[in-house]
Structure formats: structure tokens, C-alpha cells
T-cell receptor, first 116, second 117 residues
Framework: ETGVTQTPRHLVMGMTNKKSLKCEQH?????MYWYKQSAKKPLELMFV???????ENNSVPSRFSPECPNSSHLFLHLHTLQPEDSALYLC???????????????FGAGSRLTVL | AQTVTQSQPEMSVQEAETVTLSCTYD???????LFWYKQPPSRQMILVIR??????QNATENRFSVNFQKAAKSFSLKISDSQLGDTAMYFC??????????????FGQGTTLQVKP
């Protein structure tokens, strides 16, 4: 049990499809994140949810739609994606460390998305 | 804006030897957090070590240690007694405390480390 579980591990979709990525954390954390990892770019933060409320949208196109129904679950709904959206999508969760104040993120294994 | 640079795209080391991965960053803040994450072929991003900038003492975690040079804005990772399981991509990351709870990690480009038997 990794603590943060992502499904599916692999997804292939056409540009007109609608699909969703799911993330579940079993750590009791209060914040959840979506990161995008492309082949030749550093990891990019997409969305942040704190206590189910979206606190950051890092200029992500509207074809990506996040949903956080509770503190343990996070979805990324995908609609009319482009081939350049093909990437590894990583979910993470965190709880502020009371000793240092740092948010230490725990990541899932990612969902590998290919858009045809 | 903060940036993180890892200038070594690929490195290799013989099993049981020591290797150092480089990381530099740019920030105007005096307090922040630095991290090294490891991503093996399984894709799971795993925290290796972290450092609070206000602490002068270098962080250590078993075979992993850092050389934190605040004035030079350098944060290198040393892996001692390298093991085959250390083969992975290593990411250096920066977090500002002023981002509140956003957990906004600024990542470097990553260094692929190959441990050879």
C-alpha cells in the first residue's frame, strides 16, 4: 500500500473522448495535488486542493477539470485533449509538518496518458 | 521567480561507490525548503531527503546526505555505498514557506542515475 493510489496506471484516449483519472490517499492528509510530468519538461503543478477547496489553478486549460469530493479523493476529468497533453500525471497529498512547517508531499505512481 | 537547475542529465556509478548529484537554485528568499526526490522505473516519486534553509547542519538519511551551501545556492546529494536499487531519476526541488499550504514544489529537470554491478 503506497499511501497514494492512482488509477488507471495507463490510459489511451482519442481527442474527442472524455475520461477521468482517479487518486485516493490513505494518509489522512488535508491537501491534494495534480502534477504533470512531460518528457522534456520539469514537473509542473496543475491544481491544489486544501480541505476540498481548490486553492491553486496554475493556468491549466479548461479541458482539464479537477474534482475533489472529499479530502481523500481527487479526480482529473479529461475532455477534448490534444496530443501534447500526453504525459505522466502524478497525484500527491500532504500535511503540514508541525516541526518544520514544510509541506512534505507523498506521491502516487502516476497515470500515463497517451492522447492519439 | 524561483528556479532549480540540475546540470547533469545522466550519471553512472559502480555499485558500492559514492556519487554526488548537483543542484543549484535561485531565490531571493532567506527561508525555504529543499528536497531530493527519487523516481525509479516504477514511477513512484519517493522523498529521499529534505533540508530546511534555516538549519546550517546538513541533513542525512542513512546512505544519503546533502551538502547545503546557502550562500552559493547549492544543494548536492551524496549517495554512499551505492546499491542497484538506487538506479532512478533524481529530482531536486524547492519550496517556499510563503506559498502557505499550496505545496508548490519547483522541480529541476532531473538526473538519471545508473548504478552498475
Amino acid at each position: 500500500e503506497t499511501g497514494v493510489t492512482q488509477t488507471p496506471r495507463h490510459l489511451v484516449m482519442g481527442m474527442t473522448n472524455k475520461k477521468s483519472l482517479k487518486c485516493e490517499q490513505h494518509l489522512g492528509h488535508n491537501a491534494m495535488y495534480w502534477y504533470k510530468q512531460s518528457a522534456k519538461k520539469p514537473l509542473e503543478l496543475m491544481f491544489v486542493y486544501n480541505f476540498k477547496e481548490q486553492t491553486e489553478n496554475n493556468s491549466v486549460p479548461s479541458r482539464f477539470s479537477p474534482e475533489c469530493p472529499n479530502s481523500s479523493h481527487l479526480f482529473l476529468h479529461l475532455h477534448t485533449l490534444q496530443p501534447e497533453d500526453s504525459a505522466l500525471y502524478l497525484c500527491a497529498s500532504s500535511q503540514e509538518d508541525s516541526r518544520s512547517g514544510a509541506n512534505v508531499l507523498t506521491f502516487g505512481a502516476g497515470s500515463r496518458l497517451t492522447v492519439l | 521567480a524561483q528556479t532549480v537547475t540540475q546540470s547533469q542529465p545522466e550519471m553512472s556509478v559502480q555499485e558500492a561507490e559514492t556519487v554526488t548529484l548537483s543542484c543549484t537554485y535561485d531565490t531571493s528568499e532567506s527561508n525555504y525548503y529543499l528536497f531530493w526526490y527519487k523516481q525509479p522505473p516504477s514511477r513512484q516519486m519517493i522523498l529521499v531527503i529534505r533540508q530546511e534553509a534555516y538549519k546550517q547542519q546538513n541533513a542525512t538519511e542513512n546512505r544519503f546526505s546533502v551538502n547545503f551551501q546557502k550562500a552559493a545556492k547549492s544543494f548536492s546529494l551524496k549517495i554512499s555505498d551505492s546499491q542497484l536499487g538506487d538506479t532512478a531519476m533524481y529530482f531536486c526541488a524547492f519550496m517556499s514557506p510563503y506559498s502557505g499550504n499550496t505545496g508548490k514544489l519547483i522541480f529541476g529537470q532531473g538526473t538519471t542515475l545508473q548504478v552498475k554491478p
